[in-house]
């Protein structure tokens, strides 16, 4: 009866732990990749948590207060599926990691000039400058720049390309799962693609200096007619702050 009390009582702790990290609903493609990611690894590692767990609790039960213990007696078929088992869960684990790193929407190029050049028609490029401790947003399509904003139309996919005026630092934007450095002298790519309209917030996750926690921005994310309104709205424009309508 207490094993059965047991089996459920972990069964519905399983469920419990599935249920309660499953991610908010993500706000881009590179997001979404790597949410799935993470539930396929908890799918793998929490039932061999709870594997774990009741051996251990099982023999720390089972063998208390033996004074006389026994060595563990060699058994070859078990210790080869054990490392079988191992080998499969390690070769599922790195190869779903490797398709989601392999993604365009992961992954960010050193060079930005040959994937900038090679930007489909309808794809949307913004030039990201670091600086201390602020960020600058280019849009060579209208010669727009703003302060600290970042505009983007949702659906669409968005090749940023990032440098610095001075020290390193760190472009985070979390609600697209996006996090790519910033270095002086260096130009490299990013690329983005939203899924849904909203607010949120972006980042220097680099320390650069005592103004470092002041570096934040914001990021909107709208539908591509307002994008196109709000471009034509600050054609020419700098030091452009005001959001999209």
């Known amino acids: 009866m207490d094993r059965h009390r047991a089996a459920c009582v972990l069964c519905f702790g399983w469920v419990a732990v599935l249920v309660l990290s499953t991610p908010a609903a993500a706000q881009s493609v590179g997001r979404q990749l790597f949410d799935d990611l993470n539930v396929q690894l908890l799918y793998v590692a929490l039932p061999l948590a709870l594997l774990v767990e009741v051996i251990l609790v099982t023999a720390v039960v089972r063998f208390r207060d033996n004074d ?129 309209t909203g607010t949120h917030r972006l980042y220097c996750t680099e320390f650069c200096g005592e103004g470092h926690s002041r570096m934040d921005g914001t990021v909107h994310v709208v539908s591509p007619e307002r994008y196109r309104t709000w471009l034509d709205a600050h054609r020419g424009q700098t030091n452009v702050t005001e959001p999209p309508a």
């Open 68 to 196: 006389d213990p026994k060595p563990t007696a060699s058994d070859p078929t078990l210790e080869i599926t054990w490392t079988a088992a191992t080998a499969v869960i390690l070769v599922f684990a790195g190869f779903s990691a490797y398709v989601v790193l392999g993604s365009p929407y992961i992954s960010a190029t050193a060079d930005a000039g040959p994937a900038v050049e090679g930007t489909p028609d309808e794809a949307t490029t913004v030039e990201v400058v670091a600086y201390q401790w602020s960020w600058q947003m280019h849009y060579p399509e209208a010669d727009v720049t703003t302060r600290a904003l970042l505009v983007v139309p949702n659906g669409t996919d968005v090749y940023l390309r990032i440098s610095s005026e001075d020290v390193v630092h760190s472009l985070f934007v979390p609600a697209f799962g996006l996090k790519q450095d910033a270095f002086p002298g260096q130009e490299t790519t990013a690329l983005a693609r939203p899924t849904a």
